[in-house]
């Protein structure tokens, strides 16, 4: 069964730095693509990063800011998050497909299995 599970979410100062870790089972992680979303109150889910083993994306938003690394080993995807802005306040999700990223052109959609998703709030 197919399971993923995000941490590292929390209550950081605007300039500060976080580290989300999805914890992926049931599937071996060489052959699917992770993608980092996130989902503001009142806002549509979008797309933040992305990697496989022969892609990787990130939003302009986050560009020079997060980095996405994975652990095939641990079956661990991770997003670096420096820089935090009050904008990157959201539900942030880990999602997963098979093979590529693909720029993430088709949304969330194409990802077919979810974690619970972990909340980043960027307040002072």
């Known amino acids: 069964q197919v399971q993923l599970v995000e941490s590292g979410g929390g209550l950081v100062q605007p300039g500060g730095s976080l580290r989300l870790s999805c914890a992926a089972s049931g599937f071996t992680l060489d052959y699917y693509a992770i993608g980092w979303f996130r989902q503001a109150p009142g806002k549509e889910r979008e797309g933040v990063s992305c990697?496989?083993?022969?892609?990787?994306y990130d939003a302009d938003s986050v560009k020079g800011r997060f980095t996405i690394s994975r652990d095939n080993a641990k079956s661990t995807v991770y997003l670096r998050m420096n820089s935090l802005k009050p904008e990157d306040t959201a539900v942030y999700y880990c999602?997963?497909?098979?093979?590529?990223?693909?720029?993430?052109?088709?949304?969330?959609?194409?990802?077919?299995?979810w974690g619970q998703g972990t909340q980043v709030t960027v307040s002072s």
């Open positions: 990697i496989s083993s022969s892609d990787t």
């Open positions: 999602a997963a497909r098979p093979f590529l990223c693909s720029g993430l052109s088709a949304g969330p959609a194409d990802f077919g299995s």
